[in-house]
């Protein structure tokens, strides 16, 4: 634990020696300027996925959400407490951005857990109730994929749950109104690991196809 520690300070102090300085105008004016990111970008936890890596990003470009599974809960109008929720109402009321990128990807831990028994307990009941907003991709996938191979349904699974999560957004009043004015785009991304390739959900085809 220590020595991967160690790695991120050295990082830290490479990332100041270098690359900071080698931006550092680009820092001021974003500290000036303030915000104004191109696109939200929700995408999973998992440590293997870096949204600003796979896309080129650079600092300021995107708003990001990262949950386990990429999942999008429906619009709940209560005053609970909804941290992916607070994020996409910001980033689409205040901030304006003109897209919203769902972005799924391969061998997803979330998506895998649909497809295991896992008992509910103390330490565990946040993740397992979190895990329901897989349930239908998993419904969905099972049918279609239940006499092929596990390793194809669950490809599918993580692709068809971009899907539904998307569905999940327009559930918000924000989003629904902007993208019914034409000013605001959703789509649906998943990444592959193994290849670096992303594909995007093509809403007239009804399938996932390269994005370049």
Known sequence: MESKLKKLV??????????FKKNEERFKRLVEEGQNPKALFIGCSDSRVMPDMITGAKPGD???????GNFVAPYKPDEDYHSTASAIEY???????????????????????LYKELPQTTENLHTVKWLDLGREAKRVASLAYKDKDRAEMLRYTERISVVYQLENLLTYPGVQRRVDEGTL?????????ESGIIEHYDDEKFAFIPLC
Request: glycine fraction near 8%.
């Open 62 to 68: 995107l708003f990001i959400i990262r949950n386990i």
């Open 185 to 193: 785009f959703l789509h649906g991304w998943y990444y592959n690991l």
């Open 91 to 113: 980033a689409v009321s205040i901030l304006e951005v003109s897209d919203i990128i769902v972005c799924g990807h391969s061998h997803c831990g979330a998506i895998e857990a």
């Open 10 to 19: 050295k990082g830290h102090s490479a990332f100041q020696k270098v690359k």
